[in-house]
T-cell receptor, first 115, second 115 residues
């Protein structure tokens, strides 16, 4: 498995501002993923971040709103830009480890509240 | 496309009761199937998995069998404890044409166990 940490664990932000969420893994991984979990809902994939290339966004998510960086094999960031109350969610990163490619391991999540 | 359908919650049980949470799936290929658990205020933890038909995944007293004929992966536990109170997500993982594994999550079932 993999140990994944996220920062911050939670934040309360003003509308119109931006927040960058960090995801750190304790081993090198090729694929990292960012999900959104809106209150009481299931997980929705925002984008897939492959090291050395542009992130691939799912339908309904755009780079201008959710820019992602993936500078190396153990780290990624997701920025939630120009926030509105509708962005209040838990944001989770996950990784796919090379030895178990069909499995994903999740970080603890970042709980974001936009006021 | 692929999908996962999970029984709606909340499910409320007394301690030591038998638990079943139903999950059915639709997939064009041969997916791997998973149950994840999310305890209050935390991220998702992999509970168990099965990678092919008739496989049984088990962990912490929970088990689920990959039934291809009924396209189901129901979660069961013989005797629940208060500490099992959490949200349970059924998920499938299917390889995409680009070689990555895409996850599809069910909507989650909240379990509450009363002492």
């Amino acid at each position: 498995s993999a140990v994944i940490s996220q920062k911050p664990s939670r934040d309360i932000c003003q509308r119109g501002t931006s927040l960058t969420i960090q995801c750190q893994v304790d081993s090198q991984v090729t694929m990292m993923f960012w999900y959104r979990q809106q209150p009481g809902q299931s997980l929705t994939l925002i984008a897939t971040a492959n090291q050395g290339s542009e992130a691939t966004y799912e339908s309904g998510f755009v780079i201008d709103k959710f820019p992602i960086s993936r500078p190396n094999l153990t780290f990624s960031t997701l920025t939630v830009s120009n926030m509105s109350p509708e962005d209040s969610s838990i944001y989770l990163c996950s990784v796919e480890i090379p030895a178990k490619r069909s499995e994903q391991y999740f970080g603890p999540g970042t709980r974001l509240t936009v006021t | 496309g692929n999908s996962v359908t999970q029984m709606e919650g909340p499910v409320t049980l007394s301690e030591e009761a038998f638990l079943t949470i139903n999950c059915t799936y639709t997939a064009t290929g041969y997916p791997s199937l998973f149950w994840y658990v999310q305890y209050p205020g935390e991220g998702l933890q992999l509970l168990l998995k099965a990678t092919k038909a008739d496989d049984k995944g088990s962990n912490k007293g929970f088990e689920a069998t990959y039934r291809k004929e009924t396209t189901s992966f129901h979660l069961e536990k013989g005797s629940v404890q208060v500490s099992d109170s959490a949200v349970y997500f059924c998920a499938l993982s299917d390889p995409t044409t680009s070689g990555t594994y895409k996850y599809i999550f069910g909507t989650g079932t909240r379990l509450k166990v009363l002492a």
